[in-house]
């Protein structure tokens, strides 16, 4: 089998409405597939009786096909040929021109003065307001297209007879059923055309107009046929839109105007933005094949069949810890210091993996997370993209490499070719900002406690650095504002280690505390509101011991969906995140969120990972809350009493223990766990 590699997407509808009546989706996935240098797209809709995107991608995988894999390989041989030979697939050519396709009613004067003389509207059954659109499109001189996607009703038909003569045809209009279809256009007078057309089916005479969609249909098998054709897109990414054009440009019979411009009902990406049209003339792309070569090239993309090799270029010069062979033995990577006490042997490892304990897993039944060497490349890559990574670039690691946030600095410019300068000495802010300045660095990343040490400090950040990426905890509001005020570039990251590093990330070009999911995420919140990703870097499973064997179990759901305990919300792909799902306790019958406490204490002074918040019994309200922190008691009571301001009574903190010696990782995170068993015993009652 040739060498396939794939990326998958997601696309954002624009404004409150849905794609069709058929979808109550608003964001659209799909994925992008690459083999000899030919690209295409692979964008199913269930709704409409495709396979899901993840079976599809185990039918590419094993070898089968569907009727949109067979056309996703058509596409990549046809843009293979057409980039090797250094031309574009509409040469000579002449793309139709379009309908504006609206999911709303639109301003209709102002698409008519474009040039505009048909528009496709998204018909909604049942909708009272579709004739008054129709009417006020009409006005404008523009033709009506209407589709139903197989849901009109009898009162869709009468409210719509009477427009006859304003309506282009209807799509669609009810499931196939030859006869009913006669029935119909008899009943209205409207043309019908078809679109969809079940598995099995005959296309006998019953409708006026074919639809062709060359991300699912071969318009070869259309060519004898008597009917005026429609070419549309399936909705999909701009390149699967440019596909639909090429073969549109390519159909050799008269035909309608075309259903091509589809990119604007997206929120816009570098993918859009490159789509250029006039009016509804769709314009060629730039560049030989489809086009949009810079940005394909710039894609992280996986490997879905691939040589041993795939991902082991050709130049290394950047240091490697680890062997990046997706085909190697397993490799455990422990903190030297603080090894598991019971260890799984090597040949228990699953091959071609990174296996990571989690935090607090060094007793005698650690929990091991085991990341495929592609998906933590996957996440690589995408953090390389989000970053705009290229080789000016250069990585300072200050965090340890048995770590998941310090390996992914290795593994990112392994993939972007380009060095890593290594700090492993004992954390020191001065020390960090000398090495950035003297090797000229553009990119490191730190935990919060680091962060604060070098605002405490008062050290200004060198100028070569453009990124400064904060994760491992929350990045308090005014620590973050004091850090810009000394120049440092920050963003502020979330990730953990089950997903190979990185989920979320601020935009270096927007606000650095805003966290947007990266590109390679699918993700939804759960009913309990835990927040739940999907991706191509998450891990395989939970390595744990069971009686005397190893076990390798996943804790994916049947979509593939990875459960986290963390709460968060999600808004256009801008996460927020609320804290653990754990870190909530009843005091007085009243809910209260451990997380919350702690952030009101940090907004008064304290310093990431100086305190925690630990619950304890209370002989009258059930339970009360402690704060253990390394501060003295005198400015532990002065944050208690500030942070009570924004608190409400029953959240407030009943006891201090002051200068303690917390326990933490080797990233600096405070280890709760550990932390909880400083507290003295509670006197009985």
């Not at 996935?29 to 995107?53: I, M, N, T, V, Y």
């Not at 455990?332 to 799984?344: D, F, G, K």
């Not at 891990?539 to 996943?554: E, I, R």
């Amino acid at each position: 089998m040739q060498p396939l590699w794939f990326h998958r997407y997601t696309l954002q509808l624009r404004g409150p409405h849905t794609a069709n009546a058929a979808s109550q989706r608003r964001e659209i996935h799909g994925c992008l597939l690459r083999s000899h240098d030919g690209f295409a797209c692979l964008q199913p809709w269930p709704e409409l009786g495709d396979l899901p995107l993840e079976h599809q991608l185990q039918l590419l995988k094993s070898g089968q096909s569907s009727r949109l894999i067979a056309r996703s390989i058509q596409c990549m041989a046809a843009d293979a040929a057409a980039r090797h030979a250094n031309r574009s697939l509409f040469a000579g050519l002449s793309i139709p021109p379009s309908h504006a396709t609206l999911l709303a009613p639109t301003d209709f004067p102002a698409l008519a003065s474009l040039g505009f003389t048909h528009v496709k509207l998204k018909a909604r059954p049942g909708d009272p307001s579709l004739p008054t659109t129709i009417r006020d499109a009409a006005a404008a001189g523009l033709r009506v297209r209407l589709d139903f996607n197989g849901r009109g009703t009898s009162s869709d038909w009468t409210a719509l007879a009477p427009l006859a003569h304003t309506i282009d045809f209807i799509e669609d209009p009810i499931p196939w059923n030859p006869t009913a279809w006669r029935d119909l256009h008899r009943q209205t007078g409207i043309n019908l055309a078809l679109d969809w057309l079940p598995s099995g089916s005959e296309p006998t005479p019953a409708f006026s107009i074919r639809i062709l969609k060359p991300a699912a249909d071969d318009p070869a098998n259309w060519l004898a046929r008597p009917e005026p054709v429609v070419f549309t897109s399936y909705m999909d990414h701009p390149l699967g839109q440019m596909w639909a054009a090429c073969e549109a440009a390519r159909w050799p019979h008269p035909q309608l105007p075309a259903g091509l411009i589809t990119h604007p009902l997206f929120e816009p990406d570098e993918f859009t933005e490159a789509v250029r049209a006039h009016g509804p003339q769709l314009l060629p792309p730039d560049g030989p094949g489809l086009g949009f070569g810079p940005l394909l090239a710039k894609l992280p993309w996986l490997p879905l069949v691939h040589p041993p090799s795939v991902f082991i270029p050709a130049k290394q010069e950047a240091p490697n810890p680890i062997p990046w062979d997706p085909d190697g033995p397993g490799i455990l990577l422990t903190n030297p210091r603080l090894p598991p006490a019971n260890p799984p042997p090597p040949d228990a490892l699953p091959r071609g993996h990174l296996v990571f304990p989690t935090s607090g897993s060094t007793g005698s039944t650690p929990s091991l997370v085991c990341l495929s060497i592609p998906a933590f490349l996957a996440n690589a890559a995408a953090v390389n993209a989000w970053l705009h990574t290229d080789a000016h670039d250069k990585w300072l690691r200050a965090l340890p490499d048995f770590h998941v946030g310090g390996l992914a600095i290795h593994a990112r410019a392994h993939l972007a070719n380009i060095p890593v300068i290594t700090d492993t000495d004992r954390w020191n802010p001065a020390r960090f900002a000398s090495l950035v300045a003297s090797h000229h660095i553009t990119l490191a990343s730190l935990v919060p406690t680091q962060l604060h040490d070098l605002v405490s400090a008062g050290i200004h950040a060198p100028t070569s650095l453009r990124c400064l990426l904060i994760g491992g905890g929350a990045l308090p509001p005014p620590l973050a504002a004091a850090a810009q005020s000394l120049g440092w570039p920050i963003l502020a990251t979330y990730g953990m280690t089950e997903s190979s590093s990185q989920i979320a990330t601020a935009n270096p070009k927007g606000d650095p505390l805003q966290l947007h999911l990266l590109p390679c995420w699918d993700a939804r919140t759960e009913p309990d509101g835990r927040l739940a990703i999907r991706g191509a870097p998450l891990l395989t499973g939970f390595l744990s011991l069971h009686g005397n064997t190893w076990q390798l179990t996943s804790p994916l759901s049947p979509d593939g969906f990875f459960t986290t305990n963390d709460r968060a919300t999600i808004t256009n792909r801008s996460l927020q995140f609320l804290g653990r799902s754990d870190h909530t306790v009843k005091i007085l019958g009243e809910l209260v969120d451990i997380d919350a406490v702690e952030r009101a204490l940090t907004n008064a002074g304290m310093p990431p990972e100086s305190g925690c918040v630990i619950p304890t019994h209370h002989p009258r309200n059930g339970t009360a809350l402690a704060l253990l922190t390394e501060a003295n008691a005198t400015t532990a009571t002065l944050w208690t009493t500030i942070a009570a301001a924004s608190l409400p009574p029953f959240a407030r903190i009943s006891a201090i223990h002051p200068d303690l010696t917390l326990p933490k990782s080797p990233l600096g995170k405070l280890l709760r766990a550990t932390a909880a068993t400083l507290l003295p015993p509670a006197n009985p009652d």
